[in-house]
């Protein structure tokens, strides 16, 4: 075991040679028990030093689920003999194929340890209580991110999905205060109060804190101000994580919208070019992808792993809430970044322009119906409840303000078709932006 007490208000040079130190240990166990990364560094002996970590190849997730077929279940990478295992979970799939994650008694502990700072720092405490919205069905942000919410000694209602009618009404005669979902789940809420309980606004239902995550769009200011306006509710940014890494270790706070890192004595993060790998400083103002190493990990340990999140750091000083972990924000995957004419553009950053149209509910898809390259974005959104047009040029006017507002800001062509509302499937789980017709 190699927490650290309040680990995420020690300052980067103390916590150093406890890292140090779990990292040698770690390496031991990486290289004697993990055939595939002996077979990966071919020979090669793991650094000492956690600064030269980039002598090692990176290992991405491509790599992991041609272990798992031809190792199955848990992949040649599994590091610990099976009896080991205490949980197994599965992944969403949401960008593929879905793995099984292998953990073991010590690595439950550590992982809702580092998620309870999250949720905590978030917000959520003692005296709360918090109902849980994410799958229970094997996916990690169920039973998982439910003991994290658990570590920060709220009551926790394990609701799952589905069932909305009894979670409103659940909601309401138990007194519960908080929600942990995804972004898009409170329109859900909201569609099923407007058609099932007639006269009861969502304030109504007395929710003061949104514990989201598992989706983008909480870094876009209007998106937030909607979730105030119509839940009168704080939303926070309390739930990032990488399933195979750890289910939550970055969460906002009450000062800074911006997500904090949480898991310095168990996790090594690294900043790399994504498309050459090089390594970038993990300093202000920085952006590249997000690749991290375990430094304690007994079952599937992973060591320099790519992933996929492109993220920009915006603070390495310690926060007004004392934490001391650097601050980012996440730009965007790299496998739903859509180049335009050159241009990257992420989901993040095309939701930042739709929520700014009062007319529109937030909700949008970019369908890609054939491959690269592309000189326009195919965007399409639905009007807000209530938003009508009288004609086909309503439409067409709206479509064209929107396409006019993505050029100004983002700096590409846009083809816009606007729906009415409810067009889009409402979902309680992750809501897939990027819709690649090879998928």
Known sequence: ????????????????????????????????????????????????????????PLSDKSQLRR??????PF???????????NRLHRTSGTTGQAMNLALSADDCHITEVVGGRSHRAAGLGPGMTVVHCLNYQMWMGGL???????????????????????????IQEVGINAISCTPSYPAVLERVLADKFPGTDPRDLGLELGLFGGEPGLDDPAFRERIRATWGMEPRNANYGVSDVFSNFAAQCAHDTDLHFMAADVLWPELIDPDSGAPLPLTDGAEGELVLTHLVRECQPLVRFRT????????TEPCKC??????????????????VRGL?????????VVNEFAELSGDYRIILDGPPPYDRLPLSVERAEGATSDSAMGDAALAARVASAIKHRLGASAEVTVYPHGHFPVTEGKTKRVIRSDQ
Do not use: C, K
């Not at 272990?67 to 199955?72: I, K, W």
């Not at 992949?75 to 295992?85: F, I, T, V």
């Open 1 to 56: 075991m190699s927490l650290v007490d309040r680990a995420e208000y020690r300052h980067p040079a103390w916590l150093l040679e406890h890292q140090q130190a779990a990292w040698q240990r770690q390496a031991f166990h990486v290289a004697q028990n993990s055939a595939f990364y002996r077979d990966l560094w071919q020979g090669r002996t793991p650094p000492q030093d956690l600064h030269d970590l980039p002598e090692l």
């Open 67 to 72: 272990s798992q077929a031809a190792h199955p």
């Open 75 to 85: 992949g040649d990478y599994l590091a610990a003999p099976r009896r080991m295992a």
């Open 144 to 170: 998982t991110d439910h003991r994290t919410l658990e570590a920060t000694g709220a009551l926790v209602v394990p609701y799952g999905v589905g069932g909305t009618e009894q979670l409103i009404r659940t």
């Open 308 to 315: 996929g999140d492109i993220i920009a750091i915006t603070a």
């Open 322 to 339: 004392e934490r001391t972990g650097f601050r980012f924000r996440v730009v965007g995957r790299s496998d739903d970044m859509v180049v």
């Open 344 to 352: 990257n553009l992420f989901p993040s950053m095309v939701a930042a």
